[in-house]
């Protein structure tokens, strides 16, 4: 009898569950989910009036745009620059708030400042560093170096990674500081006592531990570095110098133009790409740091 | 004995003063060389820390600056946007630290004489706020759901959340883009404000600090009585205030520095954020800009200084992804 009733309680509870979920999957499934579906489909139609069937053929068509592959290739160039130097700096700056320096939780304030400003606020300043006569050029002026056009030059990946450093290290290392903190402690005493020297301690065990946090670091450091669209556009705007243009500004110029299969195909494609990459590094993440989970 | 590490009792040591004078002399060693170590550290610190600070640190002083002195030092570098105002350009650009004379003329312009500058903080504050408030509420609800009585459905749709989550911009702003169109939407804040709320990212989380709440506490509720609506109320909740805070904090700080979706949802400019529109000023308004820039960051940093914790906790939440 009591069994039956609790069983009826929580078939009752299971479905009451699914009405607090409600809410949330219905604007997911409305916002995200459902048109992500009819993106797929537009990308595979010729135009949204005649509904022609063709495939590949708007992929193919973006692929041969040579706008969008030198948005693509910027991008990747910068992201593979940018997102492993934000993980090995990071996880120094934690390394360097772990050990016993002085004002440790007044450096991580400032270390995690920059996270809070808005691009839009020291755009400004960044525009008066890396000007032509700006800042950044008289101090190469000193060491007799010749000036560099930092904003319309090759260069400018070189700034748009210091600005993505500057943005993103403080949220990484806080993102290390707590791994480096919940380390299991009578494994590095063991080592201590073993006479493991600080590189092996480093390499073999801190490593090895925090695999699964620099997993998720290198995530979010790639995802982040898609926004750094927004430093671009606010020092350039829609059309800046040739290695900033990045996917982020061919989507906006594709939806200026209502182009409809180009931009659902750039969109897929985007999408197909980043859950491969994602899978290959939870992958890696698996295979390096299977024998020390839980 | 014959153990050869670090000050312990070596086959070097014939009596036991022996070692007790040595081990003296290799601890002072190392309390210098720790020394040195720190000092070291210390010193790459404070170096990164003025590279961090520095750019905030300037526009709040050349905030100081009177409108003159700022085109006089700078109107060099914003001349390219200048749509004709007449401008005293100088040949150098100077960046300067402290302003020559502190004024707070840039302020009483924002603040006083051009209410364009205030009109466009205010459309931020009203695009984020009920962004901030109800993705919560909307998210308190799912993290909930999820949490109860968990199933394969449930994971399998967590799951999804998850991706979403971690989709950029460039993708998700697609199927926005034509829903908004469907809906006829677009062009209002309600573009904007609608996939904000139910942005998959606060379920993620606070379904993630949710997880952590023993479940027999929720069973020995539901034993004394207490319903669905009781728990989620009298017990999920309080214990969840602090992960709110956190994504509260975490949210606000992502929304108020939103330049994309405005940018694709909202094509008439005089809804736009302030985010978007600092960088339209243009040459004639320079002087104004720094003041401007200063006051779009007030927000942001008090939410930091008062909840500098929260915000620490939430984004340590936010790793460990397999959860």
């Excluded at chain 2, 003159?68 to 350009?89: D, L, M, P, R």
């Excluded at chain 2, 169109?181 to 609608?194: C, E, G, R, S, V």
């Excluded at chain 2, 994504?247 to 736009?272: C, G, K, T």
């Amino acid at each position: 009898m009591r069994k039956n009733g609790s069983n009826r309680r929580d078939k009752k509870g299971k479905l009451m569950s699914f009405g607090y979920l409600l809410p949330s999957l219905g604007g997911v499934l409305l916002f995200f989910v459902l048109p992500f579906l009819i993106v797929i489909y537009y990308s595979m139609v010729d135009n949204p009036i005649n509904h022609q069937f063709v495939f590949l053929d708007n992929f193919i068509m973006v692929f041969k745009n040579a706008a969008f592959l030198q948005a693509a290739r910027n991008t990747l160039i910068f992201s593979a620059t940018a997102v492993p130097l934000a993980v090995v700096l990071s996880l120094f700056l934690a390394m360097m708030l772990e050990s016993k320096i002085p004002c440790r939780s007044q450096f991580r304030t400032f270390f995690l400042s920059p996270m809070m400003v808005p691009v839009a606020s020291v755009v400004l300043i960044w525009q008066v560093l890396f000007h032509y006569n700006g800042t950044m050029n008289e101090v190469l002026a000193v060491f007799h170096l010749d000036k560099i056009d930092w904003l319309n030059s090759a260069y400018a990946q070189v700034v748009l990674v210091v600005l993505f450093l500057w943005k993103n290290l403080g949220y990484n290392m806080i993102l290390f500081m707590a791994a480096l903190s919940s380390m299991p402690k009578d494994i590095l005493e063991v080592a201590v006592l073993e006479s493991a020297s600080p590189f092996q301690i480093f390499w073999h065990i801190k490593l090895r531990y925090m695999s699964s946090t620099i997993l998720f670091v290198t995530i979010m450091s790639l995802i982040n570095s898609f926004k750094v669209f927004r430093e671009i556009y606010l020092l350039k705007g829609d059309y800046p110098y040739d290695t900033m243009y990045m996917l982020q500004h061919f989507m906006n110029n594709t939806f200026g133009r209502l182009d409809y299969q180009k931009m659902s195909a750039a969109a897929i494609m985007m999408a197909v790409v980043m859950v491969i990459i994602i899978g290959i590094l939870f992958l890696t993440e698996n295979y390096f740091g299977k024998d020390v989970e839980g | 004995m014959k153990l050869q590490s670090d000050g312990r009792l070596g086959a070097g040591d014939k009596t036991l003063e022996q070692w007790t004078k040595r081990n003296k002399k290799r601890k002072r060693m190392k309390h210098a060389r720790e020394l040195v170590r720190i000092t070291l550290l210390t010193t790459i610190a404070g170096c990164f820390a003025v590279l961090f600070l520095m750019p905030i640190v300037l526009t709040v002083t050349n905030s100081f600056m009177s409108a003159s002195e700022i085109s006089a030092n700078y109107g060099q570098v914003f001349a390219t946007t200048n749509t004709g105002g007449k401008v005293y350009i100088a040949e150098k650009v100077n960046l300067k630290f402290i302003p020559d004379m502190v004024s707070f003329s840039q302020y009483i312009t924002v603040l006083l004489k051009s209410p364009e500058y205030l009109l466009k903080f205010w459309n931020s504050v009203i695009l984020v706020v009920p962004i901030v408030a109800f993705q919560l509420l909307v998210a308190a609800g799912a993290a909930y759901g999820f949490t109860r009585y968990r199933g394969r459905i449930k994971e399998i749709i967590f799951f999804v959340y998850i991706i979403l989550m971690l989709m950029p911009y460039q993708v998700t702003l697609v199927p926005n883009y034509l829903v908004a169109q469907w809906t006829h939407i677009i062009d209002t804040n309600w573009a904007i404000w609608l996939p904000g709320i139910f942005s998959p990212f606060a379920v993620y989380l606070l379904t993630k600090y949710m997880r952590r709440i023993p479940t027999s506490v929720m069973e020995a509720a539901q034993i004394d009585g207490a319903g669905e609506w009781q728990i989620f109320q009298k017990i999920c909740l309080p214990l969840c205030k602090g992960a709110m805070c956190s994504i509260a904090i975490l949210i606000f700080i992502d929304y108020w520095n939103m330049v994309e979706q405005p940018l694709i949802l909202l094509s008439d400019q005089e809804r736009h954020p302030l985010s978007v529109f600092l960088s339209k000023i243009n040459a004639g308004e320079i002087g104004l800009a720094f003041a401007v820039a200063t006051i779009y960051m007030v927000p942001p940093i008090l939410v930091f200084l008062y909840g500098e914790d929260y915000l620490v906790e939430g984004i340590t939440y936010q790793g460990g992804i397999k959860g």
